[in-house]
């Protein structure tokens, strides 16, 4: 199985709501991430996961909150985002999160976020 | 930034025809990749070509890497109109965990 799954599909939310984007993989991956992608740009990294502990947050607003449970499951908790926060939230997953960038990246096919 | 610029930003070609797409870095990385992504949609990786090689290739595609320029090359050969998608290359820098960022992309449209 070389799926990442992503649910909802799609979100739409207040800026007071509390929501939580999920994420999972089965293929024993040990690094995860999260990237936010508005249109027509490429994505960009928000957070890294390596063997369930966070390793990199590119100075990401403390409305969004990642959360590892276990090593196949990523969560991002996303709390008083504003509209400009609208974008494509895409996972990732690699074989191990080595240094340099050496592994490829299995996407998911990403949750549409739309904040009203 | 470290982000890659990529050229053209869009591209048009006739279906057979081979498409070229180039993307620019400013330092020093351990490897490239190029991705594909369908219009809002998750992105598929294509290639990974690492910095001690100057070319590679899997099926249609054709990357070259010229670390002393940093650039890097994509092409696609007889191209089809699956392949309308936009392309992203991604680049691993030495001295960063876990961390690839992302070109400017090159948004391929095949036509019939």
């Known amino acids: 199985d070389t799926e990442v799954t992503q649910t909802p599909k799609h979100l739409v939310m207040g800026m007071t709501n509390k929501k939580s984007l999920k994420c999972e993989q089965h293929?024993?991956?040990?690094?995860m991430y999260w990237y936010k992608q508005k249109a027509k740009k490429p994505p960009e990294l928000m957070f890294v996961?390596?063997?369930?502990?966070?390793?990199i947050n590119e100075s990401v607003p403390s409305r969004f909150s990642p959360e590892c449970p276990n090593s196949s499951l990523l969560n991002l908790h996303l709390h008083a985002l504003q509209p400009e926060d609208s974008a494509l939230y895409l996972c990732?997953?690699?074989?191990?999160?080595?240094?340099?960038?050496?592994?490829?990246?299995?996407f998911g096919p990403g949750t549409r976020l739309t904040v009203l | 930034s470290q982000q890659g610029e990529e050229d053209p930003q869009a591209l048009s070609i006739q279906e057979g025809e081979n498409a070229t797409m180039n993307c620019s870095y400013k330092?020093?990385?351990?490897?490239l990749q190029w991705y594909r992504q369908n219009s809002g949609r998750g992105l598929v990786h294509l290639i990974l070509i690492r910095s001690n090689e100057r070319e590679k290739h899997s099926g249609r595609l054709r990357v070259t890497l010229d670390t002393s320029k940093k650039s890097s090359s994509l092409l696609i050969t007889a191209s089809r109109a699956a392949d309308t998608a936009s392309y992203f290359c991604a680049t691993g820098w030495l001295t960063t965990a876990s961390k690839l960022t992302f070109g400017t992309g090159t948004r391929l449209q095949v036509t019939l």
């Open positions: 293929m024993g991956h040990r690094a």
């Open positions: 996961y390596s063997y369930e502990k966070l390793s």
């Open positions: 990732a997953s690699s074989q191990t999160g080595l240094a340099g960038g050496a592994d490829t990246q299995y």
């Open positions: 330092t020093s990385i351990n490897n």
